[in-house]
């Protein structure tokens, strides 16, 4: 049976706990249900929505407790600073000076807290002329709300890290073969998650897998969100009868990798297919670039055409290099005879589209590939 435990949601907007009777009530129905059947196919463990949505309110609650209290502390900075009648905060740099090292101000600039966690208004410039238009001041705000949506999200994002975390770990001591016949989770003080999985292997034999979450956290600067990250972490352990084979980790780690394998090849032939109307046109043009070569090199053999190339060579190289007939003549054979050869074997994909699809695709979607294909 799933067991819940000592489940209560505090919600902070109306700064009350309200819905307390009704939720256990769900929470009971849901602990009393009949999971046998679930729990007989389930090889792969999942955290129950329950445990994920407690956590994910604990997350929230700490998180918006943060933001608030920056935005009442920067709200609070800025009003003073105004009723100095100052416009900017400033903070010390150094900078070199006729190679002298001193200590100048600098303008804080709040523009990189903007589309964060807090909403900030600010002040519009004042124009120095009447055709100047006012813009944004971003060094000069004047309050900030905390943004409770861009808060949930980033609540949400923490606790799939976090979730993500612990199913790992417990899948991590599962066997493929093993099944889940059991999970006994709990909300423990301060909204730990803590209590063990049942479950049987192949043969039958019962083991439990223990964990204990442990809070770890980052604060302002230290955060990733600039505020306050929660990391989690999870001890866990396998007693009972020993893990053998394959473990559901591993099975889901290459679900995944093949997943994103298939993914990238399917993109790769998208993008391919892009390829096939410049493909499919090659036949014909393949079919006229014979035909060119192949009357270019034959009237280069003519008397007429070894002469041009004779004089041709005399006159670039300033006659310090002797023309080699035969040599000229073997070399444009063998081009005559590439020519003809492709005239020859282009002729089976001419007005034939099911030929030329056949040759084509990620190894094949252009000239050169085409005419090594047909070679």
Excluded at 41 to 52: A, E
Excluded at 134 to 143: G, L, M, S, V
Excluded at 286 to 300: L, P
Excluded at 330 to 339: D, G, Y
Aim: charged residues 30%.
């Amino acid at each position: 049976m799933l067991q819940i435990h000592n489940i209560r949601i505090t919600y902070r907007d109306i700064g009350c706990i309200c819905g307390k009777l009704s939720i256990i009530y769900i929470h009971e129905v849901e602990r009393l249900a009949d999971y046998s059947n679930y729990f007989a196919k389930q090889m792969t463990f999942k955290l129950p929505t329950t445990l994920v949505n407690h956590l994910e309110q604990e997350i929230y609650e700490k998180l918006t407790s943060a933001v608030e209290l920056r935005a009442a502390e920067w709200n609070g900075d800025w009003a003073a600073r105004e009723q100095k009648g100052e416009k900017y905060h400033f903070y010390m740099v150094t900078k070199w000076i006729k190679g002298e090292a001193k200590e100048v101000e600098k303008k804080v600039n709040w523009h990189k807290h903007v589309g964060g966690l807090l909403n900030i208004e600010f002040f519009q410039t004042e124009p120095d002329h009447e055709w100047d238009q006012p813009y944004t001041d971003y060094y000069r705000p004047k309050n900030c709300i905390v943004n409770y949506e861009a808060c949930k999200e980033n609540a949400k994002a923490q606790t799939r890290h976090s979730v993500g975390l612990l199913e790992s770990r417990i899948n991590g001591h599962l066997a493929v073969t093993d099944k889940i016949t059991d999970i006994n989770l709990a909300l423990g003080n301060g909204y730990f998650i803590e209590g063990f999985v049942i479950g049987t292997t192949e043969k039958g034999e019962e083991f439990k897998i223990y964990t204990k979450m442990i809070w770890n956290y980052r604060y302002g600067a230290n955060s990733a969100n600039g505020y306050l990250t929660q990391y989690v972490q999870f001890r866990s352990d396998r007693r009972g009868a020993r893990q053998e084979g394959k473990t559901v980790l591993q099975r889901l780690t290459e679900q995944e990798k093949q997943a994103k394998a298939d993914a990238k090849q399917a993109e790769l032939v998208a993008k391919n297919e892009a390829k096939w109307a410049r493909f499919v046109v090659l036949p014909d043009q393949i079919d006229r670039w014979a035909d060119k070569e192949i009357k270019k090199h034959t009237k280069s053999l003519t008397p007429e055409g070894i002469k041009a190339a004779k004089e041709y060579t005399e006159k670039r190289y300033w006659g310090r290099v002797e023309f080699d007939k035969e040599f000229y003549i073997q070399n444009v054979e063998r081009e005559l005879k590439v020519a003809k050869h492709y005239k020859e074997k282009v002729q089976a994909y001419l007005n034939n589209e099911p030929a030329v699809r056949e040759l084509f695709g990620l190894d094949c979607n252009n000239r050169e590939h085409f005419k090594t294909a047909i070679w």
